[in-house]
Each structure stands twice: as structure tokens, then as C-alpha cells.
Nanobody, 116 residues
Framework: QVQLVESGGGLVQTGGSLRLSCAAS????????MGWYRQAAGKQRELVAT???????NYADSVKGRFTISRDNAKNTVYLQMNNLKPEDTTVYYC??????????WGRGTQVTVSS
């Protein structure tokens, strides 16, 4: 079993920055795709950014140019650097990671609140 634990969420003013981290632990074979999603109350979970084990990245249009995803394979950790935060970025952010042949793993989420 693999566990994902997010950290780094919090309260920040508009235009501020936060860095989210997500560390995977447990019986890890090989994590391929890792990423971040977010979900507001009453809405579907939406993609924020993903990163492959080779470093290829994908971003939602709403965060391009403001957020940067990265990973440290040696530490089984994925990061999300969020700059120029906006009130509409306020929600719970979830980390996800996948292994070949297995359903994706999910963290419990970390709250990000951007005040106007």
C-alpha cells in the first residue's frame, strides 16, 4: 500500500505564493505519473498539473505561467510551486500518483485559501 501526504497549504493574500509538497511512502514499486488536482465544494475534481517520471509536464490553462510542478524521484515527492495566486485558486488540493497496472493513489488534500 502506498500513502500520499500533502503539506504546504495555507492562507495567502492575492498575488502571493505557496509551495505544496506531497511525499509518497509505503510499498512503492515505481511511481510514473504524479500530479495535483483540486476540488471546490459542489464541483468536480479538476486537473491542475501532472508530471511524468521522465519530467514531461501538463498544466490546466488556468494555471499556466503561474504554477510549476516538479518532482524528486529519489524522495518520491512531487511539488507544486504556486505564484501569483488568485482568489479563484482557493480550494482543496489533492496529490495523486500512479504505478503501472494499479489504480492511482490519492492524498487527503490540503486547503489553499487566497484572500482578496
Amino acid at each position: 500500500q502506498v500513502q500520499l501526504v500533502e503539506s504546504g497549504g495555507g492562507l495567502v493574500q492575492t498575488g502571493g505564493s505557496l509551495r505544496l509538497s506531497c511525499a509518497a511512502s509505503g510499498r512503492i514499486f515505481r511511481l510514473n505519473l504524479m500530479g495535483w488536482y483540486r476540488q471546490a465544494a459542489g464541483k468536480q475534481r479538476e486537473l491542475v498539473a501532472t508530471i511524468g517520471d521522465g519530467g514531461s509536464t501538463n498544466y490546466a490553462d488556468s494555471v499556466k505561467g503561474r504554477f510549476t510542478i516538479s518532482r524528486d524521484n529519489a524522495k518520491n515527492t512531487v511539488y507544486l510551486q504556486m505564484n501569483n495566486l488568485k482568489p479563484e485558486d482557493t480550494t482543496v488540493y489533492y496529490c495523486t500518483a500512479g504505478e503501472p497496472g494499479r489504480l492511482p493513489y490519492w492524498g487527503r488534500g490540503t486547503q489553499v485559501t487566497v484572500s482578496s
